[in-house]
């Protein structure tokens, strides 16, 4: 993670903005990553049933344990720490 906030701060600070607000939303985005698999056919879509999979993970742990929700915001409060911008 220090190395991505030095290489690429942008896409860090993107990501810090994003994964908290695409938590909630992640039961939605199973969907249309399996629409997206569906359209691109092939080997291809391995990747988009991949990240429906990521989702749908997510998604169950906000409706359980919570503990992969809870890794991806302490993920994002590290970044926060590199970006010396902690909440």
């Known amino acids: 993670m220090k190395e991505l906030s030095i290489s690429q701060p942008a896409l860090m600070s993107r990501?810090?903005?994003t994964v908290p607000e695409g938590i909630p939303k992640?039961?939605?985005f199973v969907a249309e990553m399996e629409g997206l698999a569906e359209f691109v056919g092939g080997g291809e879509a391995d990747v988009f049933k991949g990240f429906a999979?990521?989702?749908e993970r997510v998604a169950g742990s906000l409706e359980s344990d919570g503990v992969d929700v809870?890794?991806?915001r302490s993920g994002v409060e590290k970044a926060?720490?590199?970006q010396g911008t902690s909440k």
Request: hydrophobic share 55%.
């Open 53 to 55: 999979r990521v989702f």
């Open 26 to 28: 992640a039961y939605r």
């Open 70 to 72: 809870e890794t991806l």
């Open 15 to 17: 990501l810090v903005q």
């Open 80 to 82: 926060l720490e590199l």
